[in-house]
């Protein structure tokens, strides 16, 4: 099975199994992901979610919405908010947990609606994959967006991960081999991409975006709010 995140989100929500999820990636040990992290509400949420989720306005899409803890507080707040999830097993939790507009689908296949919020939290924009990727999403998201419309995400600098200082000559330093483990099973490896912020203002103004970081924290990461260039 590769959708291990989905499993492990469904197994939480739906049985007493508590095993665990951990994320593999180059530079070392492979780390837990608390499966716990995806059900937390608005008050356990990191002052970087509740942020974005302050600044989001009319109607929202949230794009790799998981378990829904995102989306659940939207429409708390009254929002039309709609979650995309490629995975069905999470899309199953979300339902179950009362998230409106469920839709189990590729963000890069989806289409037909407009929105005036696209949110990636979680650093959701990883599924540029490369920087290339990156400016796909960009266009794809463009494509979504009602006019004066926003893309909400968080990303962060891994340049502290190269401890000796060494960046790769092949390739930017934020494009990631990593895969998930979860009941003693493996996904194949993949690109996920992290984004330093100087790097993704310059690509997003090239693909037509202004960009502002409106938060920062203590571990390199970042929240940025993009608007289309008029």
């Not at 509400?41 to 002052?47: L, T």
């Not at 908010?81 to 490629?86: D, G, K, P, S």
């Not at 189990?104 to 979680?122: H, N, R």
Request: aromatic share 12%.
């Amino acid at each position: 099975m590769t959708d291990l995140p989905g499993k492990a989100i469904h197994d939480f929500h739906f049985t007493e199994r508590r095993k665990k999820l951990y994320v593999h990636d180059e530079f070392g040990p492979k780390v837990e992901m608390p499966v716990s992290y995806y059900f937390r509400n608005f008050k356990k949420m990191p002052e970087l979610e509740r942020v974005a989720i302050e600044n989001c306005r009319g109607k929202v899409l949230d794009i790799g919405a998981a378990a829904g803890s995102h989306a659940l507080e939207l429409k708390r707040r009254g929002y039309d908010v709609t979650a995309l999830e490629i995975s069905p097993l999470a899309c199953e939790v979300m339902e179950h947990r009362g998230v409106p507009n469920v839709i189990c689908e590729d963000f890069f296949i989806f289409e037909g609606q407009k929105f005036d919020t696209l949110l990636l939290l979680m650093n959701g924009i990883g599924i540029s994959s490369t920087l290339k990727g990156f400016v796909d999403v960009l266009t794809k998201a463009g494509s979504l967006l009602n006019p004066e419309g926003k893309i909400i995400f968080d990303s962060c600098d891994i340049a502290y991960m190269y401890e000796d200082g060494a960046m790769p000559d092949s390739h930017y330093y934020g494009e990631i081999k990593t895969r998930y483990e979860f009941d003693r099973q493996l996904t194949d490896w993949f690109h996920w991409l992290y984004l330093d912020s100087e790097t993704m203002t310059r690509i997003a103004g090239e693909s037509g975006f202004h960009s502002e970081v409106i938060f920062e924290d203590e571990n390199d990461q970042y929240l940025a709010v993009l608007t289309k260039i008029s």
